[in-house]
């Protein structure tokens, strides 16, 4: 008896979990309902017409107005990803699917922080175990970072267990929302929106550059395929002090980055940027090189 009473409140306690969740779609929230503006943002309000160098009061869920704090942010706003490019404009070119910085749909930096504001520094942050992030990202150290302002900081924790954070940050199915505990009753942070604006931000501010070793260890590698894998590994080796060379059998450096992934997707120019960096900091690469054949 006791054992089908527990059972019936796991039963309950899971529909009601469902019950709730039901009220706010995964994955989207719709402009004009609710906290979120018909400019896709979470509306605003400030106190005058002379208060433009404070930071405006959001709108929550219960729509009152309020300073931006993460104490209760995944209850007190929506999860609002940043939209794609508009269908219309999508097809009349190649170009990736995410905003530009000059798109009205690109997030602000205050919206960032709302989203960030969202992550519930959990005791148990499965986002980043091995049932979230395969490169167990430290997702709610640079959520945090990102909530305060501290941009520097949160590309260098990103940096820390992610060589590539622009193309995961983009190609990744993003199984850390899939294990974030807020989307167990609610929607899930937005981590991936998240993850390619510090790495794009970074870019733009000068702050990824070539970390060129002070030593050298004498020692020589080579790795054979230059896809994200190989690419990886060549950056570890040589921050280490190896001499590396990356050998490549199509014409360009990149592999699946180059020729699996459609430009929609991931920018070819994306790829050569990181490419181009790894060379400053002294990996070789050599194309058309089809080891067993011609080399």
């Not at 709108?59 to 940043?82: A, H, M, T, V």
């Not at 969202?118 to 979230?132: A, L, S, V, Y």
């Not at 990744?172 to 899930?188: F, I, K, M, Q, T």
């Not at 980055?257 to 994306?270: A, D, F, S």
């Amino acid at each position: 008896e006791n054992m089908l009473s527990s059972v019936s409140r796991r039963v309950l306690s899971h529909h009601q979990a469902r019950r709730f969740k039901s009220t706010h779609v995964k994955g989207s929230s719709s402009a004009g309902h609710g906290p979120i503006g018909e400019d896709g943002r979470h509306e605003i309000w400030r106190e005058g017409i002379y208060d433009h160098d404070n930071e405006p009061k959001i709108k929550r869920r219960d729509g009152s107005y309020s300073s931006i704090e993460k104490l209760r942010g995944f209850l007190n706003y929506e999860r609002n990803p940043e939209p794609y490019r508009k269908p219309l404009e999508r097809v009349m070119d190649w170009g990736e699917l995410n905003p530009t910085e000059e798109d009205e749909l690109h997030h602000t930096d205050l919206e960032r922080k709302v989203q960030a504001a969202r992550c519930m520094d959990c005791g148990t942050p499965f986002c980043q175990t091995h049932t979230g992030c395969p490169v167990n990202n430290l997702i709610p150290e640079w959520n945090n970072l990102v909530y305060n302002g501290q941009w520097e900081e949160a590309i260098d924790r990103l940096h820390k267990t992610n060589n590539f954070p622009e193309f995961t940050g983009r190609v990744c199915p993003a199984p850390c929302e899939g294990s974030c505990v807020a989307g167990l009753v609610d929607s899930p942070v937005t981590i991936k929106n998240i993850e390619y604006a510090i790495v794009d931000r970074a870019w733009k501010d000068g702050l990824i550059t070539p970390r060129i070793p002070k030593e050298r260890t004498g020692m020589t590698v080579a790795v054979i395929g230059s896809g994200p894998a190989g690419l990886a590994a060549a950056d570890q080796l040589n921050q280490l002090g190896h001499k590396v060379t990356v050998y490549e059998r199509a014409d360009r450096v990149g592999g699946l980055l180059m020729y699996g992934i459609p430009n929609m997707k991931l920018e070819k120019e994306t790829v050569d940027r990181r490419v181009n960096l790894l060379r400053e900091e002294g990996i070789e690469f050599v194309t058309n090189a089809d080891i067993g054949n011609n080399v």
